[in-house]
């Protein structure tokens, strides 16, 4: 029988320097730029456009309309690459000023498909109450999840333990989809928005349930064999392993689809909800389960004094 939970060691340490390499990342954007993402409009405050060409247009043409403006843009092309869409983030910008904007866009780089194009402006005290939503909505979820898990599991001994390393789990997904935003928020420019947030979510949503999966095959086991712990935990993996597996690749193969062909509005969202998936697949089996056999081992080895 292979020992999954025997090499526990292995998988905590490539957690760890995964983990490491996303907190180091995001410490160096936090000294570099005074925050530890990038952070985009909808956070920061500011315009947004989505311009739409009849022609194909480039970027440089497309700056130096935003430069002699006085402005700062960040540019990047949107959908199959012809060059005909184009999001552009800069400081706020005045309605009256955005009506020059695009007619010197449409002047000076290609025409425009004006109904198409569209323009928004973001407070900063949006993106704060957002912020504030999503980290509340995290909190509640694991208590949520937590308190799901010990009620559910009430009849198993040390009950309370099972939520623990559940939660525990999540944060480590979190950390690694964080950890990766930030890693391609310096490589690629990428910043945070709404849809950062969305996928986050989501993934809080979607570490648990494998982890589920595996703690009830522990329970299951429990109660018809009398073995080791760490022998019964590893027989419960290797018994679910193979559902789990095939139940998220299946997932895995539609967001792989959707991150080639969706186009770049959809890539950060999909990417960061990609990660999150493979890390809490990885997570359920390598990390909450091991996790869970440590904790046991380490209340059986405390004199027996101790434990009373």
Known sequence: ??????????????SG??????????IYSAVTTGSLLPVGVDFTGGSRFVIHFDEAAREGDIRSVFTAHDLDPTIQQLGETDGRTWQIRTSFVNPDEVQELLDALSESVAPLD???SRY????????????????LAVVVASTIVLLFIWYSFRKVSHAFRYGACAIAGM????LIATGFFAVMGLLRGWEVDALFLTAI?????FSVQDTIVVFDRVRENARKRHEPFEQLVNRSILEVVGRSLTTQLNAMFVMTAILLFGGASLEKFVATWLVGMVSGTYSSI????PLLVVWENRSDRR?????A
Not at 1 to 10: A, E, L
Not at 17 to 26: D, E, H, N, Q, S
Not at 201 to 205: D, Q, R
């Open 1 to 14: 029988m292979v020992d999954v939970v025997g090499k526990r060691k292995w998988f905590f340490l490539i």
């Open 17 to 26: 320097l995964l983990i490491l390499a996303g907190v180091g990342t995001m």
């Open 114 to 116: 004006r109904e198409s």
């Open 120 to 135: 928004d402006a973001v407070a900063p005290s949006i993106g704060g109450e957002v912020t504030r939503a999503a980290a």
């Open 171 to 174: 944060v480590h997904n979190l």
């Open 201 to 205: 979510l989501t993934v809080v949503g």
């Open 286 to 289: 390598c990390i909450a389960v």
């Open 303 to 307: 004199p027996a004094g101790a434990r």
